[in-house]
């Protein structure tokens, strides 16, 4: 997915001149890739959401113009505030086509699994995976059809195709699996047994601490 957004330059400033900026209805980002130190830019917070929120579980390009200048590019980095969850600074990595760049593609499961129809819960242990290839070559997602799964197997790395992408995880590090459900735990007759003889053992003792009592 390509997004559009329209940015404003701004100055390398202070922490107070951040938290002003945020104030005003900015989130405060930069470009590398364009330059040793980035573009510093400011993105008007409420347009930039609704256009982000589009993209959530995907990776996706944002066409940045800046004083009449367009930069391809993809989110490197988000800080959040750690209460709130709001953006607090975005990190941007240009796009230089022809230039393999690394990036984390989310995963996506397709299907009901069989597992999870007979009572096993489905665990995606990974939830993105980290590729490198040329800009063109990037996933939106990596789809997993799980439906063939059942309980006690595992989806490994090898298990899946990657078109023209690359990756350094080895090939038997877990995606997604399915559990067999959690039993209750079984009380044994000698358990029960124990169990009944220190009820009537502390019952006893009550009957004993009353009688006390009563004759005081």
Known sequence: MNVKIEAIERDKGKKSDLNALRKEGFIPGIIYGEGKEGMRISLPKIPFLKEYNKTIGEISFFDITLNGKEYQT?????????????????????????????VNVPIKTKGHSQ????????????????????PKDIPENIEIDVS???????????????????????????????????????????????????????????ESSEERSSKE
């Open 74 to 102: 993809i989110i490197k980095e988000r800080q959040v505030h750690p209460v709130s969850r709001e953006f607090v600074h975005l990190d941007f990595l240009k796009i230089h086509k022809g230039k393999t760049i690394t």
């Open 115 to 134: 597992g999870e129809q007979a009572g096993g819960l489905l665990e995606v242990l990974m939830r993105k995976i980290e590729v490198s290839c040329l």
């Open 148 to 206: 063939e799964l059942n309980i006690g197997e595992t989806i490994h790395l090898t298990d899946i195709e990657l078109v023209n992408v690359h990756t350094e995880l080895p090939g038997d590090t877990p995606l997604i699996a399915v559990r067999a459900p959690k039993k209750e735990e079984e009380v044994t007759p000698e358990e029960e047994a124990a169990e009944g003889e220190e009820s009537e053992k502390e019952k006893t003792e009550e």
